[in-house]
């Protein structure tokens, strides 16, 4: 599977990161590699194999339906960059 | 007395022959004078590090006689700990001062150990060199133009350097023990679940598992009885009964199976490693152990599935970075979607940022099957070739890393570098536990050997370590840093 450079604009607004002109050949380049390395996997037939997504076989746990965590909004939200009157900040995104 | 392993030290301040306030003191200067050399620190803690020596003091005092009390520790700086800096070793993260603690960290909190600092590590667990760390590289204390390995080289290279007594590291696909035959200490992955991931940064959640990194498998073993256990905060997190890991350390190795996987001694191995290991397979035979050739088929496809698993999980255990809620955000930016990207853009370095994009290509619509669903099933039969060799062997052994630790730049294409865990990677994917030991030395650097146990079987892996360490002396070595520092 080719991976160009008109891709590498499609993942990386996916993905959220802006990839600069000057980068664009260098990023396509090494993650061409990297595709290579991941394509050794085609080699094998998997059809009858059953996919294992997690090493432990189990079922996710439930608990009771409690509160158990404490209101810490204050607290937390001093590590936000911006934050006023219980609310984050962010650039203006409806006119 | 720095020298001495975690038990060691333990027994000292016991038996009153120094307080921790002295002992924290000693690591602290210890600290002062090699840590601009090596960089192992990212944080040092030299005020409430004191505080928790005093208080392991009084308690000594009043007759708790908990195994770690007051012993002095690195917390790689990808766990939580309130208060202090967790920058995950990241411009993302550089200003964030955790809110609560990593139950790794609240449980070494509960035994009484004191916690020196933060040490360096690859961004986001991402590299085996240490050198992707925005902190910039970690020396290995071997030799400096050397790396440590990664990602967690900090804790590798403070515990070589007797920068602290034990440490704690995270392993995903070889973080805990590639950086461990680096820099010849003792580095253990216990089995997927076994430790909370808790307020543990997260890179790829379905490999990732804390560990001890420390000077002894005795030490490991001292180390997991206060890390392991079920955490209800963790939904993966194993309901499954502890041990005392230390229990099993003395038995004898009389007539036990070891597995030799033909992959692991294959082209790419160094002569150097390649001899060490075979003379430590022969002191396994003088301790009472068969040697058995075993066949791991689907090895050579690992790193090929690891890299489509890890960087999917990565790419959505990281879209939490967006500028808004902690971390860094970018200058003056113009809407949210500039905002995103370039507090991203800025705020990730370039690994990160490649592994994010391989992610987020693997899971995009259309690719979903042949990339991500594939990489699954041949994690199945990678899980299968170790299920069939557990019905034959206890244990299976082989070298760590191919090689000793290369020099700092040497490695700059991205596929070499993740060719680095060849032997490790396999491990994280069928979820087992496995340990590397130093197992001798080539041209002045260590050899770590690689031993791997089944599910859950931490007991018997450390068992088989510990018996190794009780016949040879390679875990003794120490590096030279006279020239180092003062």
């Given at each position: 599977?080719?991976?160009?450079?008109?891709?590498?604009?499609k993942?990386?607004?996916?993905?959220?990161?802006?990839?600069?002109?000057?980068?664009?050949?260098?990023?396509?380049?090494?993650?061409?590699?990297?595709?290579?390395?991941?394509d050794k996997?085609?080699s094998?037939?998997?059809?009858?194999?059953?996919?294992?997504a997690?090493?432990?076989?189990?079922k996710?746990?439930?608990r009771?339906?409690?509160?158990?965590?404490?209101?810490?909004?204050?607290?937390?939200?001093?590590?936000?960059?911006?934050?006023?009157?219980?609310?984050?900040?962010?650039?203006?995104?409806?006119? | 007395?720095?020298?001495?392993?975690?038990?060691?030290?333990?027994?000292?301040?016991?038996?009153?022959e120094?307080?921790?306030v002295?002992?924290?003191?000693?690591?602290?200067?210890?600290?002062?004078?090699?840590?601009?050399q090596?960089?192992?620190?990212?944080?040092?803690?030299?005020e409430?590090?004191?505080?928790?020596?005093?208080?392991?003091?009084?308690?000594?005092?009043?007759?708790?006689?908990?195994?770690?009390?007051?012993v002095p520790?690195a917390?790689?700086?990808?766990?939580?700990?309130e208060?202090?800096t967790?920058?995950?070793?990241?411009?993302?993260?550089?200003?964030?001062?955790?809110?609560?603690?990593?139950?790794?960290?609240?449980?070494?909190?509960?035994?009484?150990?004191?916690?020196?600092?933060?040490?360096?590590?690859d961004?986001f667990?991402?590299?085996s060199?240490?050198?992707?760390?925005?902190f910039?590289?970690v020396?290995?204390?071997?030799?400096?133009?050397?790396?440590?390995?990664?990602?967690?080289?900090?804790?590798?290279?403070?515990?070589?350097?007797?920068l602290?007594?034990m440490?704690?590291?995270?392993?995903?696909?070889?973080s805990?023990?590639?950086?461990a035959?680096?820099?010849?200490?003792?580095?253990?992955?216990p089995?997927?679940?076994?430790?909370?991931?808790w307020?543990m940064?997260a890179?790829?959640?379905?490999?990732?598992?804390?560990?001890?990194?420390c000077?002894?498998?005795?030490?490991?073993?001292?180390?997991?009885?206060?890390?392991?256990?079920?955490?209800?905060?963790d939904?993966?997190?194993a309901?499954?009964a502890?041990?005392?890991?230390?229990?099993?350390?003395?038995?004898?190795l009389?007539?036990?199976?070891?597995?030799?996987?033909?992959?692991?001694?294959?082209?790419g191995?160094?002569?150097?490693?390649?001899?060490?290991?075979?003379?430590a397979?022969?002191?396994?035979?003088?301790?009472?152990?068969?040697?058995?050739?075993?066949?791991?088929?689907?090895?050579?496809?690992s790193?090929?599935?690891y890299?489509v698993?890890?960087?999917?999980?990565a790419?959505?255990?990281?879209?939490?970075?967006?500028?808004?809620?902690?971390?860094?955000?970018?200058?003056?930016?113009?809407?949210?979607?500039?905002?995103?990207?370039?507090?991203r853009?800025?705020?990730?370095?370039d690994?990160?940022?490649r592994?994010?994009?391989?992610?987020?290509?693997?899971l995009?619509a259309?690719f979903?099957?042949?990339?991500?669903?594939?990489?699954?099933?041949?994690?199945?039969?990678?899980?299968?070739d170790?299920?069939?060799?557990?019905?034959?062997?206890?244990?299976?052994?082989?070298?760590t890393?191919?090689?000793?630790?290369?020099?700092l730049g040497?490695?700059?294409?991205?596929?070499?570098m993740y060719?680095e865990?060849?032997?490790?990677i396999?491990?994280?994917?069928?979820?087992?536990?496995?340990?590397?030991?130093?197992?001798?030395?080539?041209?002045g650097?260590?050899?770590?050997?690689?031993?791997?146990?089944?599910?859950?079987?931490?007991?018997?892996?450390l068992n088989?370590?510990?018996?190794?360490?009780l016949?040879t002396?390679?875990?003794k070595?120490?590096?030279?840093l006279?020239?180092?520092?003062?």
């Amino acid at each position: 599977m080719a991976f160009d450079r008109s891709e590498v604009e499609k993942v990386a607004h996916l993905a959220r990161l802006h990839i600069s002109d000057a980068e664009a050949d260098e990023v396509t380049s090494r993650i061409t590699d990297i595709l290579e390395l991941i394509d050794k996997m085609q080699s094998v037939d998997t059809d009858s194999v059953e996919p294992l997504a997690h090493p432990l076989d189990v079922k996710q746990r439930v608990r009771p339906d409690q509160v158990t965590e404490t209101d810490r909004r204050e607290q937390l939200q001093k590590l936000a960059p911006e934050a006023e009157s219980g609310l984050y900040l962010v650039p203006k995104v409806i006119e | 007395m720095i020298e001495k392993t975690a038990a060691e030290l333990a027994s000292a301040l016991n038996n009153g022959e120094i307080s921790s306030v002295e002992l924290t003191q000693a690591y602290l200067d210890r600290i002062s004078a090699h840590n601009e050399q090596l960089n192992a620190f990212i944080t040092v803690c030299e005020e409430s590090a004191l505080n928790q020596a005093k208080a392991a003091d009084e308690k000594r005092a009043n007759g708790d006689s908990t195994p770690l009390l007051g012993v002095p520790m690195a917390h790689k700086d990808i766990f939580c700990t309130e208060g202090v800096t967790t920058s995950c070793g990241s411009r993302m993260l550089h200003n964030f001062i955790a809110p609560y603690n990593a139950t790794v960290v609240e449980n070494f909190n509960a035994a009484g150990a004191v916690m020196l600092g933060k040490t360096n590590m690859d961004e986001f667990a991402m590299g085996s060199s240490n050198e992707t760390s925005f902190f910039g590289p970690v020396r290995n204390p071997w030799d400096l133009e050397r790396v440590p390995g990664g990602s967690s080289g900090g804790s590798a290279a403070a515990i070589a350097a007797d920068l602290c007594g034990m440490a704690t590291g995270t392993d995903t696909g070889g973080s805990i023990r590639q950086p461990a035959a680096f820099c010849g200490i003792t580095g253990f992955k216990p089995s997927y679940g076994r430790v909370s991931r808790w307020g543990m940064i997260a890179f790829a959640s379905s490999l990732d598992q804390a560990g001890p990194i420390c000077k002894s498998a005795e030490d490991a073993a001292l180390m997991t009885n206060v890390m392991a256990g079920l955490d209800i905060k963790d939904s993966t997190s194993a309901d499954i009964a502890t041990e005392d890991y230390t229990a099993q350390l003395g038995q004898s190795l009389e007539g036990i199976k070891i597995g030799i996987p033909k992959q692991h001694f294959a082209e790419g191995l160094s002569t150097g490693v390649e001899q060490s290991i075979r003379d430590a397979l022969a002191e396994y035979e003088k301790l009472g152990a068969t040697l058995k050739e075993i066949d791991l088929p689907n090895n050579h496809l690992s790193v090929s599935a690891y890299y489509v698993v890890a960087p999917a999980e990565a790419s959505a255990n990281l879209s939490r970075y967006d500028g808004v809620r902690y971390g860094y955000r970018c200058e003056n930016p113009v809407d949210l979607e500039d905002m995103y990207k370039r507090t991203r853009s800025e705020g990730f370095g370039d690994e990160v940022k490649r592994r994010i994009m391989v992610g987020t290509y693997a899971l995009s619509a259309g690719f979903y099957d042949a990339y991500y669903r594939k990489a699954q099933k041949i994690r199945r039969l990678i899980k299968n070739d170790f299920d069939a060799a557990f019905k034959d062997v206890d244990v299976v052994i082989g070298p760590t890393s191919p090689h000793t630790a290369f020099k700092l730049g040497a490695k700059t294409d991205p596929v070499a570098m993740y060719l680095e865990d060849i032997y490790t990677i396999a491990v994280n994917l069928a979820g087992l536990p496995g340990i590397s030991i130093p197992a001798g030395m080539s041209d002045g650097l260590p050899i770590g050997m690689h031993i791997v146990g089944n599910d859950f079987a931490e007991s018997r892996v450390l068992n088989v370590a510990h018996q190794f360490q009780l016949a040879t002396d390679w875990h003794k070595q120490k590096p030279d840093l006279s020239g180092a520092g003062s």
